[in-house]
Each structure stands twice: as C-alpha cells, then as structure tokens.
C-alpha cells in the first residue's frame, strides 16, 4: 500500500522544485491549475465513469457525510467561541471540513484505491450539498441576497462536476461514445493526474501573507482535518457495517487535505483568507504522510 504513494510524492516532489526553480513561470500554478480543473480532469471523470457500472455506496456515502457535518459544526463552533464573524467561522469549518477531492483526491483514488467510484460519490456530495450551505453562510454573513439561480446551476458552471455527471449518465444509459470521441477524450484524461500532482507541488511554493495570530488556528484546523474527520468517519463506518475495501475508501477520502476551493471562497469574500491559505498548504503537506499511514493501517 505505501508503495502506491510513491508516484504521488515524486510527482509532488518536481512540482515543488519546479516552483522554487521557477522553471514555468510566475504563472504556472495558475495555467497547469487551470487545464487539470477545465479539461484533464473532467475528461478523466468521465472516461471512468462512462466504462463503469452505475454503483452507489449508500452506508459509506452515509458516513462521509455524517463526518463532515460533525466536523465542520465543531469547527464552527469554536469560530465562534473565538468571536469569528460569520463568514470567518464558515471559512473555518471548510477548511476542517470540506476535502480535496478532485486536484488531489483523484490522483489518491486511482493510485491508492484503483478507481475513483466512492470519490465521485464524495465529489458531488460536496458540491451539490455542502456547497450550498457554505456559499447560503457567506453571503448572509457578507450581507447579500441569496441568489437561487447561482446555486442551481452550479454544476453546470463546475467541469469537474459535468464530466462525471455526463459519465453517470453514460454509463447509466448503457452508451458507450464512439472511439472518434472517446479515444481524445482517453488521452486528454490521462494527462490529469500527473499534472494535478505537478500543480500540488507548485501550490506549496505559493507565497503570501501569514495569518496574524493565527498560527494556533491553522493548527486546529488542520488537525480536525487530518486527523479528527478520517477518525470519525471510521468510526460511523464501522457502526453502519461498511465492508473493508469500502472502509479504507471512506477513510482515505475523508483524511483528504483542505481543497483549495476554501481559499478561493476566502478570497472572494473577504473572510479569513489567510487562514484558509496557510491551512490548504499545511494539511496539503502533511496528508502525504498521514494518507500513507491510515493506507498501511487499512489496507
């Protein structure tokens, strides 16, 4: 199982020199960033999904959820015991709560897992339910007016949700695309995971203002997320009877570090940027450890 890490550190690994050599320019992470999320990985996604049955994991799914939900109320919560606005403890409990599961959890799925059928599961999960209330929390703490239309078309404006959402239905359907179609489609996905990882590695070379005073914070953070969501999911796993393969699958997805999308939200809102920046980086660099350690203990 450790073995199936290699690829990943190695990959990470030349990114990070990459970046600290300067190699691609000030603009890589934002160009390579940009064709693994439009095209490499959704092109990915849906080669998978089309050629695979149409399966849902509703016990492991259950108890996924029921991790982040515990998760990110606790880091909520102690937002606000803190005296956090409304938007801060929201960006607090993403970043505890909400996984990396496209630009890192893919690459983990297909190396560590052998397929990425429970991570899709977790990938729309959280963009058609978490998404939502995060986005719901942030603007009502940013004063705006809940925009219907914005989340109802969320997943279309999201290609990491198209490709498995048209795969789905391929594959639910019992078409298969023509080889005219599918074959461009093959090679464009197979670049996704290599350079997914190449960007990963170029993230944690980003430079950027460091939270004031919050270095406890980003600690707290990244352990709810490393360490306090993976435990709880086993143990809700366990308790709801999910089988050992589907165990470590929920397990590994839910120990996934901070996805990046919390900094970009941060960003946008004005809320707890460097916070969720300094929490994306750390847990990032942690989880190559603790994701090989929870795959040697499970697998």
């Not at 994306?280 to 450890?289: G, Y």
């Amino acid at each position: 199982m450790l073995a199936a890490f290699v690829p990943i550190w190695l990959l990470t690994g030349l990114g990070w020199v990459t970046g600290r050599r300067g190699l691609l320019g000030p603009e890589a992470e934002r160009v390579l960033g940009g064709f693994v999320f439009h095209l490499a990985m959704p092109a990915a996604l849906f080669t998978a999904l089309s050629r695979a049955p149409l399966a849902v994991q509703p016990a492991a799914l259950g108890a996924f959820a029921v991790s982040t939900a515990v998760t990110m109320a606790v880091a909520f919560t102690l937002g606000a015991v803190r005296r956090r606005s409304t938007g801060e403890a929201t960006i607090g409990a993403m970043a505890a709560g909400y996984v990396n599961s496209a630009n890192l959890g893919i690459p983990v799925a297909l190396q560590v897992l052998g397929d990425a059928a429970f991570l899709t599961q977790v990938l729309l999960f959280q963009v058609l339910v978490v998404t939502p209330v995060i986005l719901v929390l942030l603007d009502r703490g940013a004063g705006r007016r809940l925009r219907p239309g914005r989340l109802l078309t969320l997943p279309l404006r999201n290609p990491v949700i198209a490709g498995p959402a048209l795969g789905v239905l391929c594959s639910g359907l019992g078409w298969r695309p023509p080889e005219l179609i599918a074959g461009p489609l093959a090679l464009l996905g197979a670049a996704a995971v290599p350079t997914a990882l190449v960007v990963l590695g170029l993230s944690l070379t980003a430079g950027g203002p460091r939270p004031t005073g919050g270095r406890v914070e980003v600690a707290v953070l990244t352990g709810l997320k490393l360490v306090f969501q993976p435990l709880v999911a086993w143990v809700v796993g366990l308790l709801a009877g999910v089988g050992s393969a589907a165990l470590l699958a929920l397990v590994v997805c839910a120990a996934l570090p901070t996805a990046q999308n919390t900094y970009l939200y941060a960003r946008e809102y004005g809320q707890g940027g460097a916070v969720a920046r300094e929490t994306v980086i750390v847990s990032t660099a942690l989880s190559m450890a603790t994701l090989a350690v929870l795959g040697a203990l499970l697998g």
